[in-house]
């Protein structure tokens, strides 16, 4: 009913950039809080950056100067832009929504994406 679609992984060298999207579609009537998160093989899943319906964010320290969240609210769309990539940021990277169903106004509802995939080479 609810879907979240990450796209723009994919390989790069060491101090190149990528440019992730993550488009929610099906039932949804708004989305609060959006974010990022990855997970490399061996590790848990960390945090990435987040950002408010309202555009306020929020980084984890070992991002910061480096990605840029943002957000389409009429598109129901976050993007991370990801710039002087290294290898220690090869990971899947998820996307995470609190999402407001059409069916229940009242609910806040957290969806993940499937992940995609950024690979860099040193």
């Known amino acids: 009913q609810i879907q979240l679609v990450e796209s723009g992984g994919g390989l790069v060298q060491a101090g190149g950039s990528l440019r992730l999207s993550c488009v929610g579609s099906?039932?949804?009537?708004?989305?609060?809080?959006m974010g990022w998160y990855r997970q490399a093989p061996g590790k848990q899943r960390e945090l990435v950056a987040t950002?408010?319906?309202?555009?306020?964010?929020n980084y984890a320290d070992f991002v910061k100067g480096r990605f840029t969240i943002s957000r389409d609210n009429a598109k129901n769309t976050v993007y991370l832009q990801m710039n002087s990539l290294n290898p220690e940021d090869t990971a899947r990277y998820y996307c995470?929504?609190?999402?407001?169903?059409?069916?229940?106004?009242?609910?806040?509802?957290?969806?993940w994406g499937q992940g995609a995939q950024v690979t860099v080479s040193s």
């Open positions: 950002i408010t319906f309202d555009d306020n964010t």
């Open positions: 995470n929504a609190i999402v407001i169903p059409n069916w229940a106004k009242d609910k806040y509802l957290e969806y």
């Open positions: 099906g039932r949804i009537f708004s989305i609060n809080d």
